[in-house]
């Protein structure tokens, strides 16, 4: 069973920087979808940014223009450059990955692999 890795969570100042990383536990694994959802307490869980099919990068509008989502293709990880974040980025970040073909990208219910969640907590 293909397991998703994150890291790269912690505490940050607004207005600095961060970087979330998501390795797939099987070097080979090739999913439909990735991307970086997150959580707030009390909220709905959110999407933060996605690769589509197509190779299509989407970002959510609380994140445009600030986040940057890649992916290292040698390593088979997915990044997340998170700049000039801000206290509302405070969550739980999740990847995750999506196995089936035709899944729609932008609907977190079609992923079915998840990553454990890593905390970013940012201080005003």
């Known amino acids: 069973e293909v397991h998703l890795l994150e890291s790269g969570g912690g505490s940050v100042q607004a207005g600095g920087s961060l970087t979330l990383s998501c390795a797939a536990s099987?070097?080979?694994?090739?999913?439909?979808?990735m991307a970086w959802f997150r959580q707030a307490p009390g909220k709905k869980r959110e999407g933060v940014a996605v690769i589509d099919t197509d190779g299509s990068i989407k970002y959510g509008n609380s994140v445009k223009g600030r986040f940057t989502l890649s992916k290292d293709n040698a390593k088979n990880t997915l990044n997340l450059q998170m700049n000039r974040v801000q206290p509302e980025d405070t969550a739980m970040y999740y990847c995750?990955?999506?196995?089936?073909?035709?899944?729609?990208?932008?609907?977190?219910?079609?992923?079915?692999?998840w990553g454990q969640g890593t905390q970013v907590t940012v201080s005003s």
């Open positions: 995750a990955f999506a196995s089936t073909w035709g899944a729609y990208c932008s609907d977190q219910t079609h992923y079915n692999y």
């Open positions: 099987e070097a080979s694994f090739t999913p439909y979808c």
